[in-house]
């Protein structure tokens, strides 16, 4: 029998505090990243083949679009004011 593996990894990457807010995230098949998402880009972006598909499917619905758009201010902004005075001491 065959084992395949899906994951995807969320980032916040921060410029100045929330001065700038990037939202990434990674769609992984098999330990091989084929599509992700980029706040700078606006949109999902094939890594791969695989990945085309997937990025057309994402980027052809407005909602999804939208939710990751979002994810920047509120996912992203939310886990900054609640991390960065614990991670700021260190």
Request: charged content about 20%; hydrophobic content about 40%.
């Amino acid at each position: 029998t065959a084992f395949f593996q899906w994951g995807a990894s969320i980032e916040c990457h921060f410029l100045n505090g929330t001065e700038h807010v990037r939202f990434v995230v990674r769609h992984i098949y098999n330990r091989q990243q084929y599509v992700h998402f980029d706040s700078d880009v606006g949109l999902f972006v094939a890594d791969t083949l695989l990945g085309e598909p997937s990025a057309e499917l994402f980027n052809a619905q407005p909602d999804v679009l939208e939710k990751n758009r979002a994810a920047a201010e509120m996912l992203c902004g939310h886990n900054y004011d609640i991390l960065a005075p614990v991670t700021l001491k260190k």
